[in-house]
């Protein structure tokens, strides 16, 4: 088994890291300061990575915290002193569920011809479910059914891409790449 240093974890990570941090901060300068907050605890904490298999995960997991921190920290020194508070959640840049979001054309197309057609009456085109049951000459059951397994199929397609980040409201706020092979998101 090879031993992980910190600079074989920069030569391999860095750039995907630094991608992941540029989709949810802003500034350039914010970038490279987490990017650099981001290496020196993977430094500090490497040596507790047990498994090969668990390092990439845990590398996502910590740039996350180091963003969320880096929000906090920021809306801590922008808040008046009688209004400030600790957010239970980090601001979401809003582009992050908008870039997950243009995922899904690319995906529907994947998916057989039924589902597609399905899911572009119903969620594209706004028919309600009794209205493609007409169209589609099927029992208003059996167009539910139809909505509800190709919406399922399509959030599968998802999932076996990235794993999602959701808050408590499910928005989404982050992503990590697990098998990008329609998805479009390298």
């Not at 600079?7 to 989709?23: G, M, P, T």
């Not at 390092?55 to 809306?75: G, K, M, N, P």
């Not at 539910?144 to 399922?152: C, D, G, H």
Request: hydrophobic content about 35%; some cysteine.
């Amino acid at each position: 088994m090879t031993t992980r240093t910190t600079e074989n974890v920069w030569k391999e990570f860095s750039d995907r890291l630094r991608r992941f941090i540029v989709a949810r901060v802003r500034n350039s300068h914010d970038v490279d300061d987490l990017l650099q907050e981001v290496f020196a605890r993977i430094h500090t904490g490497l040596g507790g990575v047990e498994s090969p298999e668990a390092l990439e995960s845990w590398l996502f997991q910590i740039t996350r915290h180091a963003i969320v921190d880096h929000y906090r920290r920021h809306a801590a020194a922008t808040s008046p002193v009688e209004l400030r508070f600790e957010p239970t959640e980090a601001p979401t840049p809003p582009d992050v569920a908008a870039e997950v979001a243009s995922w899904l054309a690319p995906m529907v197309d994947l998916m057989d011809e039924e589902d597609r057609e399905a899911l572009r009456l119903t969620d594209l085109e706004g028919l309600s479910q009794k209205e493609l049951a007409a169209r589609l000459g099927l029992s208003l059951t059996g167009a539910k059914s139809r909505v509800q397994r190709a919406r399922r199929r399509l959030r599968d397609l998802l999932t076996e891409c990235c794993e999602i980040e959701r808050d408590r409201r499910g928005n989404t706020i982050a992503y990590t790449p697990k098998n990008c092979t329609s998805c479009g998101c390298d």
